[in-house]
Nanobody, 126 residues
Framework: EVQLQASGGGLVQAGGSLRLSCAASGFTFDDYSIGWFRQAPGKKRQGVSC????????YYSDSVKGRFAISSDNALNMLYLEMTSLEPEDTAVYYC???????????????????RGQGTLVTVSS
């Protein structure tokens, strides 16, 4: 059974940084695309970043490109999201997600990945 648990959220001032972690179990990273999406109150899910299972390429949404960095430690089954230069618009619950089946595992679909964990709240104050 695929299990994902995000952590590391919190309250930070605009311009600050946070590092999110996702503990994964029940699957092999090499077989899945893994990534992050977020959902702000009253808004749709938004894909944030992803690592493509086919070639390891990293995907970032335009809104976070240059500010966020995704990484993984396959030996530990951990996924990370380093967030810098945070803006109030980044306030949301952040979820880690995984998907094995193509084409649904394509990174632009990260907000729709079939396996998702409990989210972690990031609040950026102005």
């Amino acid at each position: 059974e695929v299990q994902l648990q995000a952590s590391g959220g919190g309250l930070v001032q605009a311009g600050g940084s946070l590092r999110l972690s996702c503990a994964a179990s029940g699957f092999t990273f090499d077989d899945y695309s893994i990534g992050w999406f977020r959902q702000a109150p009253g808004k749709k899910r938004q894909g944030v970043s992803c690592i493509d299972r086919r070639d390891g390429q990293q995907y970032y949404s335009d809104s976070v490109k240059g500010r966020f960095a995704i990484s993984s430690d396959n030996a530990l089954n951990m996924l990370y999201l380093e967030m810098t230069s945070l803006e109030p618009e980044d306030t949301a619950v952040y979820y880690c997600a995984a998907e094995r089946v193509p084409p649904y595992s394509d990174c632009p679909f990260v907000s729709e990945f079939g396996s998702r964990g409990q989210g972690t709240l990031v609040t950026v104050s102005s």
